[in-house]
């Protein structure tokens, strides 16, 4: 991908853009020792987080079903998608170095936007499984089995790949004539086509149409999963099997009321340009608070994943005094 992208562009007075300028958040700048510690606990908090759900569900032979296999997965792309943005907010608010080339720039745009999408679609894919597990029981385990569990991350991962690449592609073909301050934290897509001097209305549609297109899409097979979940478990004879259904699907429903609502905000408007500011602290909640609240959600609230980890810590314990 990054060979297909155009090298630095030609400003007005015949010099060429070799890099971008990030504004990072210069009104609490100044606090840059505490911002660099706060958000280090909080990236590596969640980076662990996630690292432990991967691990015990490779670890643990009761986790290995569907459902902990794509909350693995996902796990393992939120860990991709923050290291794609806080490493350099950590630089930015510790040594100040607000500069990125143009290369980097546009590689992190890519990873940042193509592991947003993916994540989006790997939410649709649990909650169907979700879905299947509950409303279709017997079936769960034909429809459900290894090889379509495959199939569905490698469709997620494709088709956001299709998808992000053309646009990145289409974006890193505008001139860029300065000024070059990005008015973000990290190399936002919507940022970089306001910094252009061509004409962006192609561009910014076609970036309104795929945000669109994924947050929706995805927004609406969920919406119907879910309605369709809340249906079946109302029906349930039992008041024990109620609870027990709802409690398999609470700790998704609030991880996915977290990102879309963020997300929304940010991505679903054809018109950022005065809105950049809002932007960025809903986009630090998207990339900083969300993705340290996620593993504590799915742990907390799930007794598997309680007594795996009981066990995981015994074992590892009892091989220490051995």
């Known amino acids: 991908m990054a060979s297909e992208l155009h090298m630095p562009m030609e400003m007005g007075n015949g010099t060429t853009v070799q890099e ?15 911002l660099f510690l706060v958000h280090l606990l909080a990236y590596l908090a969640s980076i662990t987080g996630n690292v432990v759900i991967v691990t015990i569900t490779c670890a643990d ?12 997965i996902f796990s393992f792309f939120e860990s991709c998608f923050i290291s794609a943005v806080i490493p350099k907010l950590l630089v930015i608010f510790l040594l100040g170095r607000q500069t990125i080339s143009f290369l980097a720039c546009f590689i992190q745009a890519f990873v ?8 989006f679609f790997l939410i649709t894919v649990m909650s169907v499984d979700r879905y299947t597990a ?37 974006v890193s073909q505008l001139s860029f004539c300065g000024p070059n301050v990005i008015p973000h934290f990290f190399c ?33 097979i969920t919406i119907i999963a879910y309605s369709n979940i809340v249906v079946t478990v109302v029906r349930l004879p039992s008041a024990k099997e ?13 991880v996915l009321s977290l990102i879309y609502s963020s997300c929304v905000f ?26 340290l609240l996620n593993p504590v959600i799915y742990t907390l609230r ?16 009892i091989s220490r005094q051995k």
Do not use: W
């Open 266 to 291: 940010i991505y679903v408007k054809p018109k950022q340009r005065n809105r950049l500011d809002s932007n960025r602290e809903a986009a630090l909640v998207h990339t900083v608070v969300t993705p």
């Open 112 to 119: 940042y936007v193509y592991l947003g999408a993916t994540g």
């Open 242 to 254: 109620q609870q027990k259904a709802f409690s398999t699907c609470s700790s998704h429903f609030i």
């Open 302 to 317: 799930n007794k598997q994943v309680h007594q795996a980890l009981r066990e995981t810590m015994c074992r590892m314990k």
């Open 20 to 34: 971008f300028t990030l504004e990072g958040f210069p009104a609490i700048q100044h606090l840059g020792n505490v």
């Open 188 to 220: 936002d897509l919507g940022s970089l086509i306001h910094l252009s001097c061509s004409n962006t209305r192609f561009v910014e549609m076609l970036a309104f149409v795929i945000a669109l297109f994924i947050i929706l899409t995805s927004l609406i």
């Open 134 to 170: 509950i409303c279709k029981p017997l079936h769960y385990p034909t429809i459900m089995n290894l090889k379509t569990c495959f199939l569905l991350v490698t469709a997620c991962c494709v088709l956001a790949f299709i998808l992000i690449t053309g646009l990145i592609v289409k």
């Open 61 to 72: 032979s009761r986790l290995q079903t569907p459902m902990y296999f794509f909350l693995s």
